[in-house]
């Protein structure tokens, strides 16, 4: 495991693996997530905890592709930023594509 990790999704899951990315020696994990904390599945009290524990969270951000190094490492990822859509069948605001971020 690499020093700073990434985390796409915000679910209870997601969060443990963040969680447990920062116990096993990760220096900088972000949690990455398409829609608004509003929409995010996580429960309240995990989020505070991972917050608490220095994870920093990013709303309203799409992964677009993961990029490997020579040795097949991966050692970035392209984002997006994106906005919230009209409600989709399950009426959550589905997310958009907005702008990429460096």
Not at 4 to 15: E, Y
Not at 62 to 72: N, T
Not at 85 to 94: I, T
């Amino acid at each position: 495991m690499g020093a700073r990790v990434l985390v796409i999704g915000a679910g209870d899951t997601s969060i443990d693996a963040a969680r447990t990315s920062m116990r096993l020696g990760a220096a900088d994990v972000r949690i990455v997530y398409r829609r608004t904390r509003a929409e995010s599945p996580s429960r309240q009290v995990e989020v505070a905890l991972a917050t608490a524990d220095g994870i920093h969270y990013e709303y309203l951000v799409d992964p677009l592709e993961v990029l490997r190094d020579g040795e097949g490492r991966l050692h970035a990822a392209r984002l997006q930023r994106t906005r919230l859509g009209a409600k989709g069948r399950h009426g959550r605001p589905r997310p958009g594509s907005d702008d990429e971020l460096p």
